[in-house]
């Protein structure tokens, strides 16, 4: 005779066999042993308190969780411009916290900050790092190996920053007076506050928009919902979704068109379009776990003290005569938002590493150039920033080159392009 073997629990009868089958079930939900998880572009950071970060795709769909050991408050967190590393802020134990980008993605070092509880970590454009301290009100600067450069105390809370294209304004709210302010970190000096008097219970994370310098404007999370400020600081657009508030987090999504913001109540996290406010993404659940989402990043996001270049491919006309290129083109922008890049030198070469032709971009950040006669019919040809290689059918005219983008994060100024 056959028994089934039971776990009663509060008048709840288990089968054995249940127990297995639900544990199969769940073990094969997990990738297998030793799987690579790989972090890309786009990938979203959620903080989620024990000294985690939940790993999310662009879609949204959960990947991991990686964790610092250290069983805090987690807050907020970016990458470094080369995008090799990951820097995260331990809130409880004021610890910036690093882990490698290579996967199984070890720590690879751990920052003992300043007392007052880090909070917000940007990266300037010489590699060197600022955090900010919720409670003890300073910025920690930090060069590229977390050597503290200097405390910079200017007196006010300091929650959540964002440093300007400039390299020396930096943007913070300070969560209590509904106001988001300035400094000069250069020569550490308050400046003229950027906007006051925001509604919303609190004033939390926010971000510049370009061109990066506060001309045009920013997008803050007030609690209540999220708003977009223009260059005056006046409020023009407000975001929400059904059943939220509290919102705490909001970065920008590579694509420079939608940003994510999350709610610290309900633990979901979503994607807008800035433009339109149409909810893109979400509700995205992270889960209770006895932690609040209190900070999300990007990977590739886009910030304003760090230039991403864009390089576009133009036409192109191929003569079966002279068997020439001519009115080869390319246009570079700055951070993919249609800023124009002058006086760089863009270069063009075949695929078999032939130089074709050379031009410096004009104020439209433009560079059109002709190729020597006598070139081969059937041609492959790129700019010195792009790949793949740019293609010009054989015995076309005016063919349409593909378009291609250069995503690499580089520092200001632009470095010449050969």
Known sequence: MHKTLAHRYGGTCISLAALLALAALQLGALPPAGAATSWNGGDVFVAVGNGAYKVYDNSGNFKQTINDGLGGVTTG??????????????WSSNRVVVFDNADPHPILQTIATSSGRNESPVFAADKTFYVSHSLGGSIDHYDAAGSLIANLAHGVRTDWLDLAGDQKTMFFSDEVSHTIHRFDVSTNAALPDFATGLSGANTFALRLLPPGDGTGGLLVAVSADIKRLDGSGHVVQSYNAPGESSWFALNLDPNGTSFWSGSFTTNNFYRFNIATGAKELGPINVGSGGGQLLGICLKGERTAAIAQTTLTAGT???????????GLSATLTSNGYGSAVSGQTITFTATDGTPLCSAVTDAAGTATCDAALGLPTTLSVRSAASTPPLRAPRNTRRPRLTATSDSSRLPRPLPRRR
Do not use: I, R
Not at 78 to 87: I, Q, R, S
Not at 316 to 326: N, R
């Open 77 to 90: 967190c970016t990458f470094n411009a080369a995008e090799d590393k990951l820097y995260t802020t331990d």
């Open 316 to 326: 192109a006309t191929v003569s079966p005569l002279t068997l020439g290129v001519s």
